[in-house]
């Protein structure tokens, strides 16, 4: 998938040399995985494993929550599990893929320096490994995953190319959302390797009926103002559901910019989208998140979360309610305009 060969006998070189003392790897996924992340790192773990001969696990923080994601997991037989205290242990070695170490949605909380980063999102100045691979301008990290892949050598799982093409596939919008030439070139390559049927399946699972309850309440609490829709969930009993709401605002016609916020455990989530190409939306929702919470994301894509444990109720509305006003100041609209309802007879 690369066209420099020798650039890919450097990276294969440079990861070998970072595994070359790891006993046993960890492979990180961010919290709340995505399809993105999880095809990630099943396929990061099957090529050190093959490879490299190290043997690996792949977990995770938080909970697998949208119905696809749990279906995906769950027909592909993908083996991983939640991260727990006694993973973090001196004898294992830890990897990072789809996310970096102090973005904020991640569980690894101790300052260990893993040994391999691999991810798509905007390179930190914080972020330190014996490997670093971020590459900001492919559309997925499970388009960089699926170079290595198939530059491994090794046989390409059916289970995997399914898990990959997918997890392309969901994070690009059906190549729609940041796809590049490598994006649309990984998705070729994989699909003809794919199950079908279980392709099928992922993409169309039996839903919850919370799922039917949130999205009830996200047409009652959701507000326009020329082309921008804020939604507030409060408490929600999947943390998927803020960014499944941001995307599905999106698709309301003359919209440009949407912003949903829920309440999960002890945190404030924010999801950010755009349909324009160079919104920045990453760095848009940093700031307006500001030293409150973290935040990250990509051009047109971002999420961040604001810790709550210690707010009251009322708190916790009034940062919302900032957040919110604030969203439409820095899209340029004046101070303290009033939204009307999205739903409007």
């Known amino acids: 998938m690369l066209t420099d060969s020798q650039e890919l006998q450097e990276r294969w070189q440079k990861m070998e040399e970072a595994l070359k003392n790891t006993k046993r790897l960890v492979v990180l996924t961010h919290d709340n995985p995505d399809p993105d992340s999880v095809s990630s790192a099943v396929t990061l773990a099957y090529i050190v494993k093959n490879k490299f001969h190290v043997p690996c696990a792949v977990k995770y923080g938080g909970i697998v929550g949208r119905a696809e994601n749990r279906a995906m997991v769950r027909v592909l037989r993908l083996r991983m599990k939640p991260l727990?205290?006694?993973?973090?242990?001196p004898r294992v070695d830890f990897a990072f893929v789809d996310t970096q170490p102090g973005t904020g949605n991640s569980s690894f909380r101790t300052n260990r320096k893993p040994v391999l980063v691999i991810d798509h999102h905007p390179l930190r100045k914080t972020t330190k490994a014996d490997f670093v691979d971020v590459r900001e301008g492919y559309g997925s990290t499970a388009t960089i995953l699926t170079e290595y892949l198939l530059g491994s050598g090794l046989d390409v799982p059916s289970k995997i190319a399914t898990a990959l093409s997918y997890g392309i596939s969901s994070e690009t919008q059906d190549l729609g959302r940041e796809a590049g030439e490598k994006d649309v070139q990984a998705y070729l390559?994989?699909?003809p390797l794919s199950h079908k049927r279980f392709l099928a399946h992922i993409q169309h699972p039996k839903l919850p009926r919370d799922y039917y309850v949130t999205l009830n309440r996200a047409f009652h609490h959701s507000f326009v103002y020329k082309n921008a829709?804020?939604?507030s969930l409060g408490e929600v009993s999947n943390p998927d559901f803020v960014a499944l709401i941001a995307d599905f605002m999106l698709r309301c016609e003359r919209i440009g910019w949407t912003m949903c916020l829920g309440r999960y455990q002890d945190r404030i989530l924010v999801s950010l989208r755009t349909t324009?190409?160079?919104?920045?939306a990453g760095r848009f929702l940093r700031r307006l998140i500001g030293k409150k919470g973290t935040a990250?994301?990509?051009g047109m894509i971002a999420g961040g979360q604001i810790p709550c444990s210690t707010m009251e109720h009322e708190h916790c509305t009034k940062v919302e309610e900032e957040l919110v006003q604030?969203?439409?100041k820095r899209l340029g609209y004046k101070e303290g305009v009033e939204m009307t309802p999205?739903?409007?007879e």
Not at 84 to 89: G, K, R
Not at 276 to 280: A, K, L
Request: proline share 0%.
């Open 84 to 89: 727990s205290d006694s993973d973090i242990n």
């Open 189 to 191: 390559a994989l699909f």
């Open 229 to 231: 829709v804020a939604t």
């Open 276 to 280: 324009h190409t160079r919104g920045e």
């Open 296 to 298: 990250g994301g990509h």
């Open 326 to 328: 604030d969203f439409l």
């Open 342 to 344: 999205l739903l409007v």
